[in-house]
């Protein structure tokens, strides 16, 4: 959590402003995932502050959704595919 926590402060992931007037803010909690290797051992443990979506109205509290994490898998993906195409310039 810790870690989870430095890291959106130095990404500078917020901006911390006064709350309005009549305004209820919407809650978060913590995310706990176990991240094991393929022999079944807990390699890792990871942390993500999570907002309670249950809480929020579209329209209100947001107007669309994005994650700003790409998976690494994903990357590589992308990056071979790039490798194997054959582009004459």
Known sequence: MKAETE???SNQAWTLVDLPTNIK???CKWVYRRK???DGRVETFK????AKRYTQKEGIDYEETFSLIAMLK???ILL??????DYKI
């Open 7 to 9: 890291s959106m402060y």
């Open 25 to 27: 803010p919407i809650g």
């Open 36 to 38: 094991r290797g393929p």
């Open 47 to 50: 942390a993500r502050l999570v």
């Open 74 to 76: 994903s990357i590589r």
């Open 80 to 85: 071979s595919i790039v490798a194997h195409l």
